[in-house]
Nanobody
Framework: QVQLVESGGGVVQAGGSLRLSCAAS????????MGWFRQAPSKEREFVAA????????NYVDTVQGRFTISRDNAKNTAYLQMNSLHPNDTAVYYC??????????????WGQGTQVTVSS
């Protein structure tokens, strides 16, 4: 049974930082691309960042480029999202996803339960 468990969310002031973690179990982690998505109230879920199985490919949505960094530790079966220079527009529930292909992460069957990030102005 595949499980993805996010942690690290919270309330932070604008300009602050948070580091999200996504711990995976029930799958061979190194064979899966990992991604982060977010959903703000009354908005569609949107892609944030993704990392390939071997970390050679990292993709970001334009709005977080240069502020967020996605990484993974295959020895720990964990993916991370370092978020710096946060601003109120980053407020959302953040979800991690796993899929064999980085191109189809948004269609994955494997999602975490989400972690709330709130950025106050």
């Amino acid at each position: 049974q595949v499980q993805l468990v996010e942690s690290g969310g919270g309330v932070v002031q604008a300009g602050g930082s948070l580091r999200l973690s996504c711990a995976a179990s029930g799958l061979t982690f190194s064979q899966y691309a990992m991604g982060w998505f977010r959903q703000a109230p009354s908005k569609e879920r949107e892609f944030v960042a993704a990392v390939s199985r071997n970390s050679l490919i990292r993709n970001y949505v334009d709005t977080v480029q240069g502020r967020f960094t996605i990484s993974r530790d295959n020895a720990k079966n964990t993916a991370y999202l370092q978020m710096n220079s946060l601003h109120p527009n980053d407020t959302a529930v953040y979800y991690c996803a796993a899929d064999h292909s980085i191109a189809t992460l948004g269609l994955s069957d494997y999602w975490g339960q989400g972690t709330q990030v709130t950025v106050s102005s």
